[in-house]
């Protein structure tokens, strides 16, 4: 199997938190530097965090300073803490390699923030 798993989203308050997790295949994981994109209804898939091999992380502006990315090499996961959730946050999200390896892509989580 090389499809991520993802899970951990759901129906939150804006302001609450949600912790996201996905199991990567080890081949993948191991060797690549790992992402979570997004996709809102209407909007093209984007990246909004990224961690390399060696744990250096990069995010975008719309989630810098609430969404925190980790990875745990035991366990092959990837994780997403989200912190302050705004409504603009709703989304499916996914994993993946960055660069994204097309046939791994899973069937995502979806968070839905509310106001």
């Known amino acids: 199997q090389v499809q991520m798993v993802e899970s951990g989203g759901g129906s939150v308050q804006a302001g609450e938190s949600l912790t996201l997790s996905c199991v990567a295949p080890?081949?993948?994981?191991?060797?690549?530097?790992m992402g979570w994109y997004r996709q809102a209804p209407g909007k093209e898939r984007e990246l909004v965090a990224s961690v390399s091999r060696y744990g250096s992380t990069n995010y975008g502006d719309s989630v810098k300073g609430r969404f925190s990315i980790s990875r745990d090499y035991g366990k092959s996961t990837l994780y997403l803490q989200m912190n302050t959730l705004k409504t603009e946050d709703t989304a499916v999200y996914y994993c993946n390699s960055v660069p994204y390896v097309r046939a791994a892509w899973g069937q995502g989580t979806q968070v839905i923030v509310s106001s």
């Open positions: 080890v081949i993948i994981f191991v060797n690549n530097d």
